[in-house]
Structure formats: C-alpha cells, structure tokens
C-alpha cells in the first residue's frame, strides 16, 4: 500500500516562529488531508489538499501531486498550536473508498 | 450541516468483557463510515469501513469486529477484550457513492471525538 512519511517527528519553537511540515507520499493521490490533533484527542480538519495551495488565516498548505509530496506552513505560532499535526492520503490506484493512510505525524510544541 | 457522534467518550474494561462502541452521523445519507484505532498518540490504523448497510470490510486481522444495523450508524465490538485492544478509537465519516471503477475520490474524512479505551 501507499506510504506516508512525514517529517520532522518533532518541532519545539518559541511564540511567534514560523514552521513548515513535510509529507512525502509513495504513491499517486486522489485525496490528502492535514489535520491537528489537540491534546484531548480530537483531530481537526486543517485542509483537504489533493492538490494546489491553500491558505486559512495562519496556516497555509501547498500539495505538489507531481512530486509527491505536501507542505503545511505555520506562520506566527501560538502556543494553541501545539498538538500533533497529521498527514494523510488516499491512493489513487484502484478502488479505495477513501480509505485515508495516515503519516505518524508531527509533534509540535510551542513555547511562550 | 453533518454531525458525528460517538460515545463514550473514555471506557475502562477488564480483560474478557465484552465491548460496544457506538458511531452515528447525522444530515447526510449513505456514508462511507471508517472506524480507526490510534496506539501510544501516534499514527492512525484503517480497522474496518463500510460503503453501505451490512457491508463491512476488515483491513487487519483482530479481536474486533463491525457492524452497520443501520444507513448511518457504525458500531465495534468485542466479545472478549485483550489488553492489546487498548488505544483511541476514532470514528468516520465521507460522502458515499462517489467512486468510480478508476478509484477517484474526492470527498474529505470528518472524525468523531473518538473513545479512550483502557483495558486492565
């Protein structure tokens, strides 16, 4: 099956630093998610981005499906960012009902 | 708009007791339901999905199993928990019926808050 990896596994920065989050993917996607896992659990949706870019306030992502891979940038971090972040993609090959394949994400920690 | 409800939220089972997780989704019509499990907070693993009532596909062989009584409810069960059954249990859902022969999918997972389960 496709393959995620992302990097780096873990991030610590000051309030106020910018980041950027990679994930590389093994295969052709049809579908890439980045998500924040807060610190009860729950994951929340950053981005749907098979491709292009997308911006939403300080977050942005830029998905290269050509090249595969996928960047998350965090501008202006808040100690609210901290948490893990995840990648996640659906392989193009076959009939994949959507089934995401998840990365083993990114552990962010700001610092005030 | 969609809503997604699991409960509970944190369960502590003895080792052999049964389990019920239970998974609803409300304001769409036959989803795609996922149900995945995430050990030690990194990492999700695809358990089980269903494209319709009745119809479950297991991705990994397990002490679980799955079941959809009904168009919008996903259910995971036990009959006997093993401590390695322990983790973050995470329901979800996508808009169904929208794959073609050639695999295209264009539609997002939403997830549940997700259930802690602790087997002692």
């Known amino acids: 099956g496709i393959q995620v990896e992302q990097s780096p596994p873990d991030l610590i920065l000051q309030e106020g630093a910018n980041s950027t989050l990679r994930c590389n993917f093994s295969d052709s996607v049809n579908n890439l998610q980045w998500f924040h896992q807060n610190p009860w659990g729950q994951l929340i949706n950053l981005f749907y981005?098979?491709?292009g870019t997308k911006q939403n306030g300080r977050l942005s992502a830029t998905t290269v499906a050509t090249e595969r891979y996928s960047l998350l940038y965090i501008s202006s971090s808040q100690t609210t960012d901290s948490g893990v972040y995840f990648c996640?993609?659906?392989?193009?090959?076959?009939?994949?009902?959507?089934?995401?394949?998840f990365g083993q994400g990114t552990i962010l920690t700001v610092h005030p | 708009s969609q809503t997604i409800h699991q409960w509970p939220a944190t369960l502590v089972q003895p080792v052999g007791s049964p389990l019920s997780l239970e998974c609803t989704v409300e304001g769409t019509s036959n989803p795609n339901l996922y149900w995945y499990r995430q050990a030690a907070g990194r990492g999700l693993q695809l358990l089980f999905y269903s494209v319709g009532i009745g119809q479950i596909s297991s991705e990994v062989p397990q002490n679980l199993s799955a079941s959809r009584p009904q168009d919008r409810q996903f259910i995971l069960s036990s009959k006997k928990l093993l401590l390695s059954d322990s983790g973050f249990y995470l329901c979800a859902w996508s808009v169904g019926g929208l794959v073609s022969q050639g695999g295209s999918y264009n539609s997002p997972l939403h997830f549940g808050n997700g259930t802690r389960l602790t087997v002692t």
């Open positions: 996640a993609v659906v392989g193009a090959g076959g009939t994949s009902y959507g089934k995401l394949t």
């Open positions: 981005i098979p491709s």
